[in-house]
């Protein structure tokens, strides 16, 4: 457990508001609709006012990481130029947690882009989504050489590519937006490839991963049928994208399956050298909770279900096994988390460090406090599960909750709370956003402090 790197998560769009000042180009995340009621992203946790005060929170709670993202608009609000201001603010945020001793490890993409890019030719639809994103990696990797040791290209791509709010892909023909998204996906993973090229001729000292929403899927039951579509399920929504990642391509069961829903990616020469010349030096793992398919004896696809559920492959299923929540409607599953880092280790051969695991929960404010037994629960729970997979001696060199304050979710605002430190607003008034720290942050404090032997 020498070095372990302790940490917490959050997302820049998530927490940091702030979304006109100092320069700052409008985002994908800062002009979608949000329903009403519901709070979006301009003033989030206010991170942009209250970042000081949030890493001297972070070394109080003893972090020895912290796992952040940049937004790509503030850095470069149209895509093209850079905004000087922006890049001090994430130099300020660096520094002081190097101060701190806390590892910065920032993330490049999560979940927003320049919405300039969107406007000028479509975003990741558009092959030119790729320089732009290289470009960017270039002026992160040029002005933090020597001084990050970890990066991380882009976060949950299933996800980034599948939510058209998020990312721009807004036709109202399902079956185009499906092809889109797999040729999105197919973009940004090019472009991920060559910015870990990119970081190994600028910082070759540094290391750099990916980060992927990770689903361990069962099948229903021990029918071969919903043995396969369990299979399938997991080729689809975790290996496809990870494999790409790691290996440069897609497995042949993933191709053959894109090309019976005709969504084979348009692929150019000289593409493949690009896929196979570097890879990952670590995979992060985002892990929440499983999920159970069954065989899809109607063998169609139905479009009206989130995109990363569509297939004619396999159909989601409750598992009667398992807790369920209000906002964990999957079910609580700790022992996936360490199913889970069997399954991407044997596959894969890297390090890996969990970069997201947290417990939703409509957190109540009472007499100042918040009392979350659930999440201390939930957290032990999953710690202990990854400590046993550490001590079999798989290489897992970080576990990062999420999320280190409450965050503004993409699509239910703060009505969904995951923080260690609660945020003092509401969807309909940002109040003070006075920090409050929870239970949790107690507790998670002397786990770190006891470099995990007291959960």
């Not at 979304?19 to 991170?47: F, M, P, W």
């Not at 992160?140 to 040791?149: A, H, S």
């Not at 004896?297 to 559920?309: D, G, H, M």
Request: net charge negative; proline share 4%; glycine share 6%.
């Amino acid at each position: 457990m020498n070095n372990f790197l302790w940490g917490a998560s959050t997302s820049g769009f998530q927490v940091e508001g702030g979304y006109n000042l100092d320069g700052k180009g409008l985002s994908t995340t800062d002009v979608r609709q949000v329903k009403e009621g519901i709070a979006d992203c301009k003033v989030a946790s206010d991170h942009y006012h209250h970042f000081k005060e949030d890493i001297l929170l972070m070394k109080e709670l003893g972090l020895k990481a912290y796992r952040f993202s940049f937004c790509w608009a503030r850095i470069m609000p149209d895509g093209h130029h850079v905004n000087q201001k922006g890049l001090d603010f994430y130099d300020q945020i660096i520094h002081l947690c190097l101060e701190n001793h806390i590892e910065p490890i920032p993330t490049l993409y999560h979940f927003e882009m320049p919405q300039a890019l969107v406007d000028e030719f479509g975003g990741w639809k558009n092959r030119r989504c790729i320089d732009a994103f290289v470009e960017y990696a270039r002026i992160c990797f040029t002005k933090w050489k020597g001084i990050v040791n970890y990066w991380v290209t882009i976060n949950e791509q299933l996800i980034a590519m599948a939510a058209s709010d998020l990312n721009g892909n807004h036709e109202s023909d399902k079956v185009l937006q499906t092809k889109n998204m797999y040729q999105m996906s197919y973009h940004a993973s090019l472009a991920e490839k060559k910015a870990m090229k990119l970081l190994k001729e600028i910082d070759p000292k540094a290391k750099i991963g990916v980060v992927n929403a990770v689903q361990n899927v069962y099948p229903y039951s021990s029918s071969p049928e919903d043995v396969l579509a369990a299979m399938d399920a997991e080729e689809l929504m975790m290996y496809m994208l990870l494999d790409m990642s790691v290996k440069g391509e897609y497995s042949f069961r993933v191709k053959n399956i894109l090309e019976k829903m005709n969504c084979s990616p348009v692929k150019e020469d000289g593409d493949d050298e690009i896929l196979h010349a570097v890879q990952p030096d670590f995979i992060g793992i985002n892990y929440y909770s499983s999920i159970c398919v069954k065989e899809n004896k109607t063998a169609t696809v139905n479009y009206q279900l989130p995109p990363f559920f569509r297939s004619s492959m396999f159909e989601v299923c409750p598992n009667e096994h398992l807790k369920k929540t209000k906002w964990m409607a999957n079910g609580i599953d700790p022992l996936g988390i360490r199913s889970i880092i069997y399954k991407i280790y044997n596959r894969y051969s890297l390090p890996i460090i969990i970069t997201e695991n947290g417990m939703a929960y409509s957190d109540v404010l009472e007499n100042n406090q918040i009392h979350d037994d659930y999440r201390i629960d939930y957290l032990k729970s999953h710690i202990k599960e990854v400590l046993i997979a550490k001590e079999e001696g798989y290489p897992i060199f970080g576990y990062c909750p999420w999320s280190f304050i409450d965050v503004v979710s993409s699509h239910q605002g703060f009505s969904k709370r995951y923080g260690l430190v609660y945020v003092n607003r509401t969807d309909e008034d940002v109040m003070d956003c006075k920090r409050i720290k929870k239970d949790s942050f107690y507790w998670y404090q002397k786990v770190i402090e006891s470099n995990g032997e007291k959960l």
